[in-house]
């Protein structure tokens, strides 16, 4: 077993050939020329830390004394053994300790947090901007709203525009809560402070959060500095490089994100101890991060897997999780959750295994979960057949497929379909009719075999 460390001055190679991840798979580099491109450009020239530039002519006047006050408050909650001598400092003096002005002098990350929103044009051309976006069911935008600095305030509003509804629909268990919030507020401040500390502010863009009917989508430039989610959670440590250290650190001192690098895998713990499901991030673009954060139960036995199963730990949680949202997983984990008896069944369509089934109450979904028997779905086209003479696939589809798990999408249940005909027709239980019709029908073979013994 390798571990690779993400790439620091050159893309990883194996055997000569270099490798980069896109979405959860890994693909030769020279096949993605636009995000090679990119790559050689991060590593071969690493850039200053833009947020610690100073802003030549700004004062202490272009901040927002809202903000200022709101600044000293939040460091003294950080720094609890150094409130009395906060009071003692001026604003200088504060700001300097903070770290959000270097040696007196006004920074950008200083203006991004503390700013008064006329204040902006010191960071021209980049751009210091978050935008809430209500979409509906159908992805039509329905409202929208902008929050320029001071972002130490300024994030709030953000949130107030949120939906943030009480879920009630948690099942009538007693091991339910009754009642909890779509969104965790200190999961939605610590995703959106991510966005801003890690921006990347040269490209021009603005920050995003899109408000849909069940979940929040936060996007800003710059690619993932980690690599992947795992490496931040497996890892539990402190990155060796930051794109913004200077506003990094600022905002740590100022109590906005947890110690730099644990953020994120606190998120994933407040989803769990939620009983929600944990944050999807997209890092299938390399100039930019996606993370979505959703507000509803997907599947109500990984629920009660989490509320039963207090023994896991979140590397095996963020594992379930992808299997209730049909995502793929890795072999390795795939074989030690089945090991251990917590899923079953095929790697591309696992489910709940029998032995969770019985301990969280879920025998009945579980049997649904596997579906019928493949010999019960044979005996159904036969006794079909017998009954109407002949049929197209499309008449198949409409009998089997309340019998097949709950597990699949349509399109993997007109796969199995598909799949049992042609393995009737080699059995020679069935056959295609010759009567000359304009779609392909299958009738019985002649006698027809008995099915299943």
């Not at 023994?311 to 072999?331: G, N, T």
């Not at 579906?371 to 009954?387: A, N």
């Amino acid at each position: 077993m390798f571990q690779v460390q993400a790439a620091n001055h050159k893309p990883v190679a194996f055997q000569n050939v270099e490798y980069i991840r896109v979405g959860s798979h890994k693909k030769p580099l020279k096949d993605y020329w636009e995000k090679e491109r990119e790559l050689w450009r991060l590593l071969s020239d690493p850039q200053p830390d833009w947020s610690a530039q100073i802003c030549s002519g700004a004062t202490l006047a272009d901040l927002d004394p809202r903000a200022l006050a709101s600044a000293r408050q939040k460091y003294k909650e950080k720094h609890a053994k150094l409130t009395s001598e906060v009071d003692g400092w001026d604003d200088l003096t504060f700001m300097n300790k903070a770290k959000v002005t270097s040696n007196s002098q006004i920074t950008r990350a200083a203006i991004i947090l503390l700013g008064k929103e006329e204040s902006v044009h010191f960071l021209s051309p980049a751009v210091a901007r978050v935008t809430w976006i209500l979409k509906d069911n159908q992805g039509i935008e329905q409202d929208y709203a902008h929050f320029n600095p001071p972002f130490l305030l300024n994030v709030d509003e953000v949130y107030k525009k949120v939906r943030n509804l009480t879920l009630r629909a948690l099942g009538g268990d007693t091991l339910f809560p009754r009642e909890i919030s779509k969104y965790d507020d200190w999961v939605f401040r610590e995703a959106l402070h991510n966005c801003i500390a890690h921006q990347d502010y040269t490209q021009g863009g603005q920050i995003n959060v899109v408000e849909e009917d069940d979940s929040l989508l936060f996007t800003n430039l710059g690619s993932f500095i980690p690599g992947t989610v795992e490496n931040v959670i497996e890892r539990d440590a402190p990155e060796e490089t930051y794109r913004n250290r200077l506003l990094a650190e600022a905002m740590v001192n100022l109590n906005m994100i947890d110690t730099i690098g644990s953020g994120i895998k606190r998120m994933f713990r407040k989803q769990k101890e939620r009983f929600l499901p944990m944050p999807d991030y997209d890092l299938s673009d390399i100039k930019r991060v996606k993370v979505r954060i959703i507000g509803k139960i997907l599947d109500e036995r990984f629920t009660r897997m989490l509320i039963a199963r207090t023994d896991l730990d979140l590397v095996d949680v963020i594992v379930l999780d992808k299997v209730q949202k049909r995502q793929p997983i890795a072999e390795d984990a795939f074989r030690s959750l089945k090991r251990r008896g917590l899923i079953e069944g095929r790697k591309a369509a696992p489910i709940i295994s029998a032995a969770v089934a019985i301990v969280t109450g879920q025998e009945a979904d579980y049997i649904h979960s596997r579906g019928s028997d493949k010999d019960d779905c044979k005996r159904k086209v036969v006794e079909y057949l017998k009954q109407f003479g002949n049929a197209v696939r499309k008449k198949f589809e409409e009998l089997l497929f309340p019998m097949l798990p709950t597990v699949l999408d349509e399109q993997q249940k007109r796969d199995f379909v598909k799949n049992l005909l042609q393995e009737m027709r080699r059995e020679g239980t069935i056959q295609k009719t010759t009567g000359g019709t304009k779609r392909a029908a299958w009738e019985l073979s002649k006698p027809a075999p008995e099915v299943g013994g």
